[in-house]
């Protein structure tokens, strides 16, 4: 049987960095600060942000008529790919140019939620969609030719790139980034400089978008990381978030001031405030990593199929990409669902932990009968959501 060498690969490679590449350039839209101070203010200080709106219908318009242009493709015909892809522009929508970033301002639980739009949710349905072909294909010609072409095969970029997309280094900058902010002194900072708010939320972006980009890479080795390396980063990523949440849930004094100088609205009470925003790292981080492992999980199956089936038709596997070329095996497949279902099962057993943790401090508070502050703050959280309902109700 002749042996051919599939050569399609590297082409696929330079559109996905092309598309990786763009989007972080854009990732700029992340900055839309309002200066308001009371929540009467909410209509009349809409967020509103020129660059972020342009970004945004920019890149829905690209993907559009990459479709249209692709309409006889197979990529054109991925429905799921093109609901992630919208889903993810609407996320970074919702954070940016909605009432939530004004909200976010004065509310530090809501704030957590903003960060976790932009630096989970977004980024993660972006790069699920693996846009790279529909949006390069949605391109006018001379904007191909003359921009994207230069800098895809920029030398400098290329090098930059594929330095930045290593598992170990992204990884590393995506778990910093989230840490470094929530630094209270920095955070404070971040909240009263309009100049470092608009860092933060560019930094969340980009780190997120390169992350995920890693994660679901379509390539395989030896042009994308092993998947084996793949499952580590979402592991890692998960793992992070429970000593962090951890900390910010359960400490019994005031960080994050800057919330009260602004002025928190709704009456909130700032440990409570800073409660809820602690689970949100803690409990919601956690459980967003869960879609992604699954998903992370079938994506694997499907590569080492489709290179089995090459194998198996005689096609020369790429360099490198021999150690994944077994998955086609029942043993190799269980140990891949065992893995998954390993990491999956990690932000289920954190929202069990936390039930087990409240009940036990509530159990102990009846036996002493003097409630600890970890458990008064347990406890007035769930009078603080009927408060914000209730005034929601009135509103």
């Not at 839309?32 to 219908?57: I, K």
Request: proline share 6%; glycine share 8%.
């Amino acid at each position: 049987m002749k042996t051919m060498t599939i050569r399609s690969v590297p082409a696929v490679g330079g559109a996905v960095r092309g598309t990786a590449c763009a989007l972080l350039v854009v990732s700029p839209l992340a900055y839309a600060h309002v200066d308001v101070t009371s929540s009467a203010a909410l209509l009349d200080n809409w967020p509103f942000s020129w660059d972020a709106a342009l970004a945004l219908v920019a890149a829905a318009l690209l993907y559009t008529r990459g479709i249209r242009q692709m309409r006889e493709k197979s990529e054109a015909s991925n429905r799921g790919r093109h609901l992630a892809f919208y889903a993810g522009l609407a996320a970074i929508l919702l954070a940016l140019l909605t009432p939530l970033d004004l909200i976010s301002e004065h509310v530090f639980a809501v704030h957590q939620i903003q960060h976790l739009l932009l630096r989970g949710i977004a980024p993660m349905l972006l790069m699920l969609a693996v846009p790279s072909t529909l949006l390069i294909a949605g391109m006018p010609a001379a904007l191909r030719r003359r921009i994207l072409v230069p800098i895809m095969t920029h030398g400098g970029v290329r090098a930059l790139f594929h330095f930045l997309s290593r598992p170990l280094l992204c990884t590393v900058l995506y778990i910093s980034t989230l840490y470094l902010w929530q630094v209270p002194t920095i955070h404070n900072a971040a909240l009263m400089q309009p100049g470092l708010h608009y860092v933060m939320h560019v930094t969340m972006l980009a780190t997120g978008l390169l992350f995920f980009w890693t994660v679901f890479d379509p390539r395989p080795m030896p042009w994308g990381a092993a998947f084996q390396q793949r499952m580590v980063m979402m592991g890692a990523a998960l793992f992070a978030n429970i000593p962090l949440g951890a900390v910010i849930t359960l400490k019994d004094a005031v960080s994050y001031a800057a919330y009260d100088q602004l002025g928190r609205w709704w009456g909130v009470e700032p440990l409570n405030d800073e409660l809820l925003g602690g689970l949100v790292i803690w409990i919601l981080a956690s459980m967003m990593g869960l879609p992604a492992v699954l998903l992370l999980l079938r994506r694997w199956g499907q590569s080492d199929a489709q290179r089995e089936s090459r194998r198996i038709r005689g096609f020369k596997l790429p360099p490198g990409g021999d150690d994944e070329a077994t998955g086609g095996s029942a043993k190799a497949a269980a140990a891949r669902r065992r893995l998954g279902w390993g990491l999956a099962l990690v932000p289920v057993v954190v929202l069990v932990a936390v039930l087990v943790f409240a009940t036990w401090l509530s159990s102990n508070t009846h036996r002493t009968g003097t409630p600890q502050p970890a458990q008064v703050r347990f406890e007035s959280h769930w009078r603080l959501l009927n408060d914000l309902g209730d005034t929601g109700s009135r509103a």
